[in-house]
């Protein structure tokens, strides 16, 4: 059973940083695509960037130019760099490999 941890999560005020973490309890991110999601009250989840084994990478339009998305398959992690945030970037983050979910990370830009 693959289990997957978030971290980083929080407040921030608008234009600020925050770098999420993803750690898995086996090497999954090189064998399956990683994803963050996110997902706000009453709204469907949304994928906000992805990367394959092979390294591919996609975000969502409204985040291109301020969210990397990066991982570490030596120890296992992933990462979403997120800067410039912006209030609507308010959402709980949720990392994803395959059909493995973590249990999800608020994080609150205030503005």
């Known amino acids: 059973q693959v289990q997957l941890v978030e971290s980083g999560g929080g407040l921030v005020q608008a234009g600020g940083s925050m770098r999420l973490s993803c750690a898995a309890s086996?090497?999954?991110?090189?064998?399956?695509?990683g994803a963050w999601y996110r997902q706000t009250p009453g709204s469907q989840r949304d994928l906000v960037a992805s990367?394959?084994?092979?390294?591919?990478?996609r975000y969502l339009d409204s985040v291109k130019g301020r969210f990397t998305i990066s991982r570490d398959n030596g120890n296992n992690t992933m990462f979403l760099q997120m800067n410039r945030l912006k209030p609507e970037d308010t959402a709980v983050y949720y990392c994803n490999a395959g059909w493995h979910w973590g249990q999800g990370t608020q994080v609150t830009v205030s503005s």
């Open positions: 086996q090497d999954i991110f090189g064998r399956m695509d």
């Open positions: 990367i394959t084994p092979r390294g591919q990478i």
